[in-house]
């Protein structure tokens, strides 16, 4: 006898992939995994703020909702259609970012902000996305084993001009976000070893150019710091010293919510923003700070399975790039509130304080998630 059920009827389309299968065949714990971390963050963020003058509960959750609709957004845009306006939206991020040098808000020892009244964003987030997108529909376009040195070298200067325009801001943190995507990128899409190695030694020349030259007194002094905290404990070195005791005292189950006295006590500062991570890790432990890397790796993961399924070049090489400038986002992040690297402004993907950093991220899920879901349309 015939099964003529709901179910048995739509499985019995192999032709043609309907919506609604084609939907459910979506990756999505990549959107999980972010609404999971952004609960996390937001119930961090509310700890973190407890103590201080204003909670940044309401705000964040506000952040949040706004990025699932950002989300919804990115999801919706078919990614061909947002590369074939990769230019328009360099340029357009190019411009915020020179706006920014003149009619910028301060924060954090930068001008970087740009905004009116309580509303305002960073427009080196924008840059990233922008720069992503650009890059992703020019290699897409490279029918070669192996990039040429005047390609790589166009791809370089693509990027060059925002690093250098959020640098002046000053934010070398920020600028140096900007090149892991191209890295990953140009990775995939195909570089000769000699030519790694001979960008190694370029590099090399540029960063004691760059500590010569262009960094400031106090960024000079957070790296003397990262390689000697113990020479001012009470100056320069007093966020590293306080966030490792923070990390440290959290032990193997943490000391509970809003319980830990770095956080409540106020011994930590930025705690709600850039060292949210030590906050986690003193209240939750190492089972509290494993739970949430399980999250991030799982994000990533569902992320690269979406690469590898993908059909088309362009769509391989975007989420590439979205997932190189995450992943760095949380090595950077965990590593400096150890004391691995040095302290800069690098927020973690939604679990930090801050609105376009949060909106950023949920519209780059929304593109991965929309690329898995046009795989069977764009080729």
């Not at 919510?257 to 060292?275: C, E, K, N």
Request: charged share 15%; hydrophobic share 55%.
């Amino acid at each position: 006898m015939r099964d003529t059920s709901p179910l048995a009827v739509f499985a019995s389309l192999p032709e043609e992939r309907t919506f609604l299968r084609t939907l459910a065949d979506v990756r999505w714990g990549v959107l999980v995994t972010a609404i999971l971390l952004a609960a996390i963050g937001l119930a961090t963020v509310h700890s973190a703020s407890a103590e201080m003058e204003v909670d940044y509960l309401p705000r964040h959750a506000l952040r949040i909702l706004l990025g699932l609709l950002v989300c919804a957004i990115g999801f919706g845009i078919d990614y061909q259609v947002l590369t074939k306006f990769s230019v328009p939206i360099y340029i357009a991020s190019i411009t915020l970012l020179v706006l920014v040098l003149f009619v910028g808000r301060a924060a954090g020892g930068a001008r970087s902000w740009l905004g009116v009244g309580s509303a305002q964003i960073q427009p080196s987030d924008v840059a990233k996305i922008a720069v992503i997108v650009l890059l992703s529909r020019y290699l897409a376009g490279i029918n070669r084993r192996h990039l040429t040195l005047p390609q790589i070298s166009l791809a370089l200067a693509v990027v060059l001009v925002p690093m250098v325009l959020v640098a002046l801001e000053p934010d070398l943190g920020g600028a140096a976000m900007l090149l892991p995507p191209v890295v990953g990128m140009l990775l995939v899409a195909g570089v000769r070893w000699r030519l790694l190695l001979a960008g190694a030694v370029v590099a090399l020349v540029i960063g004691a150019g760059i500590w010569n030259f262009v960094m400031l007194d106090y960024q000079r002094q957070r790296v003397k710091t990262f390689v000697s905290p113990q020479s001012e404990p009470l100056g320069a070195g007093y966020q590293l010293r306080q966030s490792k005791i923070a990390v440290g005292s959290g032990q193997l189950t943490g000391r509970g919510y809003m319980q830990g006295t770095q956080s409540q006590l106020r011994f930590l500062p930025a705690r709600h923003t850039d060292f949210i991570f030590a906050v986690l890790a003193e209240e939750w432990g190492f089972l509290g700070v494993a739970v949430v890397l399980i999250l991030y790796a799982l994000y990533v993961r569902n992320g690269v399975t979406v690469a590898l399924r993908s059909r088309d070049r362009k769509a391989i090489l975007l989420v590439v790039g979205l997932l190189s400038g995450f992943a760095f986002h949380v090595l950077y992040n965990t590593a400096m509130v150890v004391g691995l690297l040095p302290i800069t402004g690098i927020p973690l993907p939604f679990l930090s304080y801050g609105g376009s950093f949060m909106l950023a991220n949920f519209f780059a899920t929304g593109v991965i998630l929309g690329i898995d879901f046009r795989r069977y349309v764009n080729r």
